[in-house]
């Protein structure tokens, strides 16, 4: 046998084999495919997913601005509180206050239109005291 006619045989053996060898990998790849019904579950999964992804992140905003809106709050007040410290003078502290105040802080702040039980609470003059003063004074009731 001449080595032309033994390469052409081997040719052909080894075409058949790889058409074989594709042949078995078709059908191995189809048995492992997966199901057009394992795809619309995945597919809904999916879907189910997005929208709670959705409404988690309006809930998130939602929280953040509620949170901004409490936060500014507290900033006002904190102004409110910064400014009131300012009015009373130089002797006010964070410490809850003292009887240490007199008459006159007491109409002071009754002149700027505060309720005896405001003034209570700043001065730390019982609510009674500071009507008391604002009557024996003349400034009208409280």
């Known amino acids: 046998m001449s080595p032309d006619k033994i390469l052409l045989y081997a040719q052909i053996v080894i075409q058949i084999f790889l058409v074989f060898l594709v ?5 191995r790849d189809r048995k492992r495919s997966v199901s057009s019904q394992a795809l619309e579950n995945l597919k809904k999964l999916l879907e189910e997913t997005q929208k709670i992804n959705e409404e988690f992140a309006a809930a998130i905003q939602q929280k953040t601005s509620m949170v901004q809106h ?33 008459t006159a802080d007491v109409l002071r702040l009754s002149k700027e239109g505060r ?7 700043i001065t730390g003059i019982p609510v009674g005291e500071v009507h008391l003063m604002i009557k024996l004074t003349g400034q009208g009731e409280p």
């Open 23 to 27: 042949i078995v990998l078709i059908l």
């Open 70 to 102: 409490l936060m500014d709050e507290l900033e006002n007040r904190m102004q409110a509180a910064q400014n009131l410290k300012t009015v009373l003078g130089p002797g006010v502290s964070n410490k809850p206050a003292e009887k240490s105040h007199s």
């Open 115 to 121: 309720d005896a039980l405001e003034i209570s609470r």
